[in-house]
Each structure stands twice: as C-alpha cells, then as structure tokens.
C-alpha cells in the first residue's frame, strides 16, 4: 500500500520524447505496461521501466502529482501534466483531472483520494496509513461503526481486497459484539442481543463493527461488503462448524492485483461436519482464539447467515443453516428445555422467508 513520494526520486522529468521508441504504436504499448504496473501499485518497477527507455511517462506524473497531494502539498505547487484539464485550487478537483490525463493509471489515482479519506476517518495522516497493511486498516474502519461502511467499502473496493477474507474478518467481528454483549447458553437470552437500545451519537458502548441491535436494513451494508453476501454467510457458519480462524494472521504483503474479488464457492458447503461445542460461555476472546459458543452466539450466527444467503437467493446456503439449526435443535435445544433459542430461530427464518 506504500504509494509516497519518494518513489519517484528516479522519475524522468524531462519531455523530450526518447530515442529508443521507434514508433506510436511502441510509445502506446510503454504506456499501458506502466500504467499496468502502476495499477498492480508496482510504483518502483514503473519508474525503473520508464527511466530504462528514458521516457517521460504522463501516468507517472500524475499518480506522482496525486501522491504530493494527498501527502498536504498545496494544490497550486504541484507539477501537473500538461493535459490535465480541471482546475488546480482544490485537490479534489486536482485528483479528477490527473485521471483524465493518466487513464491507464486511473485505478492507482483512484486509490489515492481513498486513502486520503480513510485516513482523516481514521484520524492519521496519509504517510502513516500508506505504511500500515490493508486488512489492519479495514479493520479499524470496521471498528468506527455504521459511518464508515461506505468508505470501508470504497477501500475494499479500490484495494481489491479478497471477498472472503473480508467476510472472514467481519464475520470474526460480529462473533466479538455478540460474545461482547453477553452471549450465554441460558435461552431467556435468546433474541437479547437484538433488543438492546440503539447507541447514540455519543456512545461508546458498541465499537465491534455490526451493532447487533441493528435492523435487517441496516445490516445490509455489512453483509454486502466482501461484495457478495453469501460470502459473509459461509464465514458465519465458518465459526459454528469449526474452529475460529484469525483473518488477521493472513499474509496480506502482496500488492493489489487485477484478480476479481473471490466468490462463493457453490456446492461446497455441505462438505463441512456438522459438530458444534456446547462448552460453557466463555470470556470474550481476542480474534482467533479457539473457542467454544454460548448458545445465543450460535444462534445470532445462524440468523445472520440465514439472512445473508437470503439477500443472494443462495439456497444451498440456506438449506446447510436450516440443516445446522435442525442439529442444534434436536441435538440440545429441545433437549436442555432451550425453547428461547427454538422460538429465535423460528421467527427470524419466517420473517427472512417472508421478506
């Protein structure tokens, strides 16, 4: 994600064309090999292709000209290619000009202003973000609450961060604010999380990411954020089926690629086991620790996946939570008098169902 000034020390300034190139046609193909690089965020290997043919690549330019920018230089000192077109006294409208000037490097300019605003969101400066890894910031994104969904989005969006792995780190999230909350195996529990009041504007009661008080409506946010909901369902029943798993711990070094965001693997699911813990509750744990869950845990984790399989009409998902939650019940549930759990899960499917 290191995208600063200091990767240009060896850009070529001059505009003098070189006399390596033979043709438009080589001239062409130079530009869109850096502009891919540049998109790949492989700033360095750019520079290095553009001093090697001692060519004055426009694209470099401008995502050199975005950076300056969003590292504070005033907009009116910043070199902007010469066919930039927008005005140059705000940055914004200097960030949708350098696009137009460098649109084989639009998805790297892109990038840029994101992370400009994630890190005022973050309260950070753009230099500190830059050095920090993808998922570690999505995270603390994630942690600010329902305001940041959408620029959480926009990032996953711009860094091409894979769909299950954001699921994963969501999904590990929403096991926190549950366990957070006082999840137990007592069915009088069942369907509390759900009811406890609406944070307020000054409240700190609730930095886990999904407030589970929240309405289907607003989950809806969450559950689209790896791109796909039925991803966030398969992370869901992910943390019923088998132990938890720290998305953190991923290598995440890798520079963006051009590879689509990863699907939902139909027709996998079945082949997970269906054996859960019934261990007593446990404290809440850091993410990714092996733990047990307490029954309302698990059933709030059925519920929403239940519903994210819904939102994409994956019925494959849907019949593996109804396959799980018929284990559960005849297993435990009914069996230990848990009748909260039972009605829990009855009404919320009917109303998925009916919705």
Known sequence: MALQSSSFADLVQSSSPSSTLQNEFEVESLN????????????????????????????LAAVRAAVQLAEGVDPSKVALPSSTSAATTTAVASFEGLVEAAPSAQDCI??????????????????????????????????KGKDTVKLARSFIVVNKLDGLRVARLIAALIQRALLAIGGTN?????????????AGPNSTSSPLTADPSWSPAEFIPYANLPGDSGLLGQALLELIVKPLLNPFLLDDSAPPTDQQPQQLQRGKLHSQ???????????????????????????????????????????????????????????????????????????????????
């Open 110 to 143: 892109r990038r840029i202003p994101v992370h400009v605003e994630v890190a005022e969101a973050l309260g950070t400066s753009y230099q500190q973000l830059i050095r920090q890894r993808p998922f570690d910031v999505l995270k603390q994104l994630l942690l």
């Open 273 to 355: 086991p269906l054996a859960v813990s019934t261990s007593p509750t446990p404290a809440v744990p850091s993410i990714g620790s092996r733990i047990a869950l307490p029954a309302t845990v698990e059933v709030e984790l059925l519920v929403r996946a239940h519903y994210c399989f819904g939102l994409v009409s994956y019925f494959e998902g849907v019949e593996r939570v109804l396959a799980i939650a018929r284990e559960r019940v005849e297993a435990s549930y009914i069996g230990e008098g848990k009748y909260g759990l039972l009605v829990r899960l009855m009404s919320s499917f009917r109303r998925v169902k009916s919705s």
């Open 186 to 198: 007592d069915d009088k529990d069942a369907g509390r999380a759900l009811m406890v009041p609406e």
């Open 32 to 59: 869109m090999a850096i502009g891919r690089l540049l998109n790949a965020g492989m700033i360095r290997h750019a520079v290095a292709l553009a001093q090697q043919f001692n060519y004055a690549s426009t694209a």
